[in-house]
T-cell receptor
Framework: DGGITQSPKYLFRKEGQNVTLSCEQN?????MYWYRQDPGQGLRLIYY???????QKGDIAEGYSVSREKKESFPLTVTSAQKNPTAFYLCAGRGLHALEAFFGQGTRLTVV | QKEVEQNSGPLSVPEGAIASLNCTYSDRGSQSFFWYRQYSGKSPELIMF????GDKEDGRFTAQLNKASQYVSLLIRDSQPSDSATYLCAVRLGARQLTFGSGTQLTVLP
């Protein structure tokens, strides 16, 4: 089964905790992206990576961190510095010469 | 001014009618344009993309792009209740990341 796989589907975090959201792909996508979506809102870019070992901040990077040690993997850590982390997190990938991006199933994070 | 703007809706159309969804963008250098459909609680799925002025048709869907006026639209012919979803417009400038609008919620009434 191929595509972009995010895990877990649901995640609960206590205040003050760091949590890491997984994003794995087997589509050989060069570019990978993390977006955040709040209820009734569009998608806002957190971080993106065009190649291994390189990544760039998006519009709302504060309180988040990423790594890109392997082409297939682009995990997102939500740190305790993110004051309002409850949201739907979406990972996407895009091939080097492709126009379109494809999304994983998403992770819904809730702070309890 | 937002980079990508969409009417939030909700937009309601009767089954079998044409649904028209509109999107405007601010950066004249934008080169490629995308329509995603998102069902409640699910991730966005790509419906169509367009990068040349004019119309692009795929089944019941037609994307229209007018770069001079900086708008892109999506027409859904013979709308079905299963088309009820939020439709997201996205724009990319060159190799940069996608910028999304806030989405238009469409309801097709049986």
């Amino acid at each position: 089964d191929g595509g972009i796989t995010q895990s877990p589907k649901y995640l609960f975090r206590k205040e003050g905790q760091n949590v890491t959201l997984s994003c794995e792909q087997n589509l050989n996508h060069d570019a990978m992206y993390w977006y955040r979506q709040d209820p009734g809102q569009g998608l806002r870019l957190i971080y993106y990576s065009q190649i291994v070992n390189d990544f760039q901040k998006g519009d709302i990077a504060e309180g988040y961190s990423v790594s890109r040690e392997k082409k297939e993997s682009f995990p997102l850590t939500v740190t305790s510095a993110q004051k309002n982390p409850t949201a739907f997190y979406l990972c996407a990938g895009r091939g080097l010469h492709a126009l379109e991006a494809f999304f994983g199933q998403g992770t819904r994070l809730t702070v309890v | 001014q937002k980079e990508v703007e969409q009417n939030s809706g909700p937009l309601s159309v009767p089954e079998g009618a044409i649904a028209s969804l509109n999107c405007t963008y601010s950066d004249r250098g934008s080169q490629s344009f995308f329509w995603y459909r998102q069902y409640s609680g699910k991730s966005p799925e790509l419906i169509m993309f367009i990068y040349s002025n004019g119309d692009k048709e795929d089944g019941r869907f037609t994307a229209q792009l007018n770069k001079a006026s900086q708008y892109v639209s999506l027409l859904i012919r013979d709308s079905q209740p299963s088309d009820s979803a939020t439709y997201l417009c996205a724009v990319r400038l060159g190799a940069r990341q996608l910028t999304f609008g806030s989405g238009t919620q469409l309801t097709v009434l049986p």
